[in-house]
Every structure is written in structure tokens, then in C-alpha cells.
């Protein structure tokens, strides 16, 4: 049972209490009010925070029995793409790259050089659009699709890892996930690498949490974070870390 169905649950079970102990004239009504509030608000927190598996079952770190982390990017096709792709070959260190379908049809050079350098590709919805969340499931199921569509035609492999667009979850998308028999990938330390303005704060903030099974979430459309991924990199193999590929670090297929 997902979170959401316990939540729903506890809020039917609730509502009867309530109802027994007002006709009694146990409790007032604003009660109602009180338990529907928290109730919207458990709601909108399991939407944002995709590491509490509210409504769909996410991966959102590996195991923590050695030292190896993997790092991911969002967005891609972008504007950092080829300098981070240099950047990780100089290094040996593979990645994922969860790409935007409409990116993947405008850069498809990038596109087969992430597949050629060993990185996996995996699928961010097609148009990444602001109210992607508002969608029906089979809209989204369809954007789903025709990313996979585009990805495969390119790169001649079909993805089954999926980051949700802003990593926010509902029941219309966890619909769409399991209609497209996609794995949702989350992540357990967020950069906030679109938001930094000082690449030593966002550098220390990534340093600082590390530890073994870790899914790191950047984006390949931002300067700063091209900027510290060859120190990131260094300082984190100094501390013993080592970059696997999401996939193997969970131990899924990449690939259908
Ligand atoms: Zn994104």
C-alpha cells in the first residue's frame, strides 16, 4: 500500500470518528475543518517530496555498504551538455543524463554521444512544461512515449528509467509510470545547483553530504555546475567515493 491509499484511510476513518463523536455532541464542527486541512497539506508534501514514495515507489538512493555514488543530470539536451560530457571523459566517470524528449529531437548529436561514452539515458517527460503536473495520465503517458520514441530513434535504445518532471508525483502520473512500465528514478541529494550563485557554496553543499549509495541531482543546463564538476569529482574520489552508474548502483535495467 502506497502512502496516499494509508492517507486516504486515515481521512475516511477520521471524518466517521468526527461525525460519531459531533452527533454525540462530543466536538464542534470545525474539527471537520482542522482534519481536512491536514489532510490537503500530507497531500501537497507527498506531491514535493518525491523520497516519501507518497504515490509512486521511487528509487531514491542505493545502499549505503560501500562507497560508490552516482550522479545524474536533468534537463539535457542543454547548454552545458558537451562541456560536462568532456568533462566526465576526461575523468572516466559515467552518469546519467534523464533527458527532455523535445532537447533529445533538437541536439540528437548529443544524444548518441551520451549513449557512445557509456552514459545512460533515461526519460523527463517530452515537453517539461510548466503545468506537466495538472496533465491527465494519459497525456502524460503519452509524452512518456514519445520521448522513449525519440531517445530510441536516435540512440537505438529504449529507456525505462523516468525522472518526474520537478520530481513532483501524483496519482495521474503514477498512472502514466506504470502504463508505460517506466521505473521512477528520484534522488536523496538535490544540488540545488539551478538556484546557486557561488559554485564554492554549491560545491561544499555537495561535498559535505556525501555518503555511499547517494543519487546526486544536477542539471546539464546550468554554467555553475560545468563550473565544479571537475573539483567535485576529485574531492570526491579524495574521500574515498567512487561514481557508479545509477542503474548498476540499484542494481535495474537501464534499457527495455
Ligand atoms: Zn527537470
Request: proline share 4%; glycine share 6%.
Given at each position: 500500500m502506497r502512502p496516499f491509499q494509508l492517507a486516504n484511510i486515515i481521512l475516511v476513518l477520521s471524518l466517521i470518528a468526527l461525525d460519531i463523536a459531533y452527533l454525540l455532541g462530543?466536538?464542534?464542527?470545525?474539527w471537520l475543518l482542522v482534519v481536512i486541512g491536514i489532510y490537503i497539506h500530507v497531500l501537497v508534501f507527498g506531491s514535493i517530496?518525491?523520497?516519501?514514495?507518497?504515490y509512486v515507489k521511487s528509487y531514491n538512493n542505493g545502499s549505503n555498504s560501500d562507497k560508490r555514488i552516482a550522479i545524474t543530470f536533468d534537463d539535457?539536451?542543454?547548454?552545458?551538455t558537451e562541456r560536462i560530457l568532456d568533462i566526465l571523459k576526461e575523468h572516466s566517470v559515467p552518469a546519467a543524463f534523464f533527458s527532455i524528449g523535445k532537447n533529445a529531437v533538437a541536439h540528437p548529436q548529443l544524444v548518441k554521444r551520451w549513449h557512445a561514452e557509456g552514459h545512460l539515458i533515461g526519460n523527463?517527460?517530452?515537453?517539461?512544461?510548466?503545468n506537466f503536473d495538472w496533465q491527465s495520465s494519459k497525456s502524460m503517458t503519452a509524452e512518456i512515449e514519445q520521448t522513449n520514441v525519440a531517445i530510441q530513434s536516435i540512440s537505438g535504445v529504449k529507456p525505462l528509467c523516468f525522472r518526474p518532471p520537478y520530481g513532483v508525483t501524483n496519482p495521474n502520473l503514477a498512472k502514466a509510470i506504470s502504463n508505460t512500465g517506466m521505473q521512477s528514478i528520484g534522488w536523496n541529494i538535490r544540488s540545488f545547483d539551478t538556484k546557486a550563485k557561488d559554485p564554492e557554496v554549491l560545491l561544499q553543499r555537495l561535498l559535505g553530504k556525501l555518503k555511499g549509495g547517494d543519487i546526486v541531482l544536477l542539471h546539464d543546463s546550468m554554467p555553475i555546475t560545468a563550473e565544479i564538476l571537475t573539483e567535485f569529482i576529485i574531492q570526491a574520489r579524495k574521500k574515498g567515493f567512487t561514481f557508479a552508474r545509477v542503474d548498476s548502483l540499484l542494481g535495474i535495467d537501464a534499457y527495455a
Amino acid at each position: 500500500m502506497r502512502p496516499f491509499q494509508l492517507a486516504n484511510i486515515i481521512l475516511v476513518l477520521s471524518l466517521i470518528a468526527l461525525d460519531i463523536a459531533y452527533l454525540l455532541g462530543y466536538t464542534d464542527w470545525w474539527w471537520l475543518l482542522v482534519v481536512i486541512g491536514i489532510y490537503i497539506h500530507v497531500l501537497v508534501f507527498g506531491s514535493i517530496y518525491i523520497q516519501w514514495n507518497f504515490y509512486v515507489k521511487s528509487y531514491n538512493n542505493g545502499s549505503n555498504s560501500d562507497k560508490r555514488i552516482a550522479i545524474t543530470f536533468d534537463d539535457g539536451p542543454a547548454a552545458q551538455t558537451e562541456r560536462i560530457l568532456d568533462i566526465l571523459k576526461e575523468h572516466s566517470v559515467p552518469a546519467a543524463f534523464f533527458s527532455i524528449g523535445k532537447n533529445a529531437v533538437a541536439h540528437p548529436q548529443l544524444v548518441k554521444r551520451w549513449h557512445a561514452e557509456g552514459h545512460l539515458i533515461g526519460n523527463h517527460s517530452y515537453n517539461h512544461s510548466f503545468n506537466f503536473d495538472w496533465q491527465s495520465s494519459k497525456s502524460m503517458t503519452a509524452e512518456i512515449e514519445q520521448t522513449n520514441v525519440a531517445i530510441q530513434s536516435i540512440s537505438g535504445v529504449k529507456p525505462l528509467c523516468f525522472r518526474p518532471p520537478y520530481g513532483v508525483t501524483n496519482p495521474n502520473l503514477a498512472k502514466a509510470i506504470s502504463n508505460t512500465g517506466m521505473q521512477s528514478i528520484g534522488w536523496n541529494i538535490r544540488s540545488f545547483d539551478t538556484k546557486a550563485k557561488d559554485p564554492e557554496v554549491l560545491l561544499q553543499r555537495l561535498l559535505g553530504k556525501l555518503k555511499g549509495g547517494d543519487i546526486v541531482l544536477l542539471h546539464d543546463s546550468m554554467p555553475i555546475t560545468a563550473e565544479i564538476l571537475t573539483e567535485f569529482i576529485i574531492q570526491a574520489r579524495k574521500k574515498g567515493f567512487t561514481f557508479a552508474r545509477v542503474d548498476s548502483l540499484l542494481g535495474i535495467d537501464a534499457y527495455a
